[in-house]
């Protein structure tokens, strides 16, 4: 599904900043040096690799930031299939701003592409079933709202964005506050009527409790299998079941054919593979 990057200008723009003053700091000792001010070139990003496209207008804004005046023409869109040979975008303009900005706008494209790549895979494998694949808080600080975007672009789905989205008791809270039951009736009589609460569980004693107390967001952790599709007879449509925990693209589809709801996947963004892609210049 080909979609467009909606996130807030001033947070792309600032973030390219941050990551462009990192990498050139006040000089650029071998362009500066060598190329002329008034110096003019064409290039393109080429696909190197079969994949799926993402943060294209987050690498082109990047050329932008650098050149004023490059020209940008984009012959695809995140969430494209691209494949070997492909050309994503060309770009006319001073020579050293392109050369500056090579760097910097294919660090974004090739990991948010790798990411969107990695989703669609796993996608692919439960597309005949009812899960549904979403990431986790396990990303890069500063690019959480880049990966998550990118796993929209891979046909995936978003778990919380942040801290504040929802409620989610995990084993540390459960075990701070003595018991699930406590934990849930303590936050039900401080949050506001916005708010969602999941609960994370790490047995069948701790699900009983969970759906006992009317839970209706269960995250089972860590669970194999087997423990997963009784969780699901137990549970019985009384709550949505999430399952985490050492999933990867070999075991995904079993886990889908359990008959969970949502499988979450830290991996989509923590270790994912970039996509080879490069700029080559006319």
């Known amino acids: 599904m080909e979609i467009s990057m909606n996130l807030p200008a001033f947070y792309i723009d600032d973030l390219i900043k941050t990551a462009l003053a990192e990498d050139i700091s006040y000089i650029d000792l071998t362009t500066d040096l060598l190329i002329s001010e008034d110096s003019i070139s064409r290039a393109f990003f080429l696909s190197k690799a079969d994949g799926v496209l993402a943060g294209l207008d987050a690498a082109c804004r990047v050329m932008e930031l650098t050149d004023r005046e490059v020209k940008v ?6 969430g494209a299939r691209i494949k070997p040979g492909d050309i994503i975008a060309e770009f006319s303009g001073k020579t050293a701003a392109l050369l500056k900005a090579e760097r910097t706008s294919l660090n974004l494209l090739q990991h948010m592409s790798g990411i969107a790549t990695c989703t669609a895979e796993c996608a692919e494998k439960i597309a005949d079933t009812k899960a549904r694949i979403t990431d986790t808080r396990k990303t890069l600080p500063g690019l959480r709202s880049l990966q998550k975007y990118a796993v929209l672009c891979g046909g995936g789905f978003n778990h919380r964005y942040n801290l504040s989205d929802a409620a989610l008791i995990k084993n540390n809270h459960i075990d701070a506050c003595g018991s699930i039951t406590e934990a849930v009736k303590i936050l039900r009589s401080r949050l506001g009527h916005m708010a969602n609460i999941e609960v994370e569980v790490r047995n069948f004693a701790e699900l009983n409790q969970a759906l006992e107390a009317g839970v209706k967001i269960i ?44 499988i979450s996947m830290g991996a989509l963004t923590h270790c994912v593979k970039a996509l080879d892609i490069s700029l080559r210049f006319k």
């Open 73 to 78: 023409t984009k012959h695809f869109r995140d």
């Open 219 to 262: 995250l089972l952790d860590n669970m194999n299998v087997s423990d997963m599709a009784e969780a699901v007879k137990i549970s019985s449509g009384r709550a949505i079941l999430e399952a985490s925990g050492n999933i990867t693209l070999g075991n995904i589809r079993e886990t889908a054919l359990t008959g969970v709801d949502i």
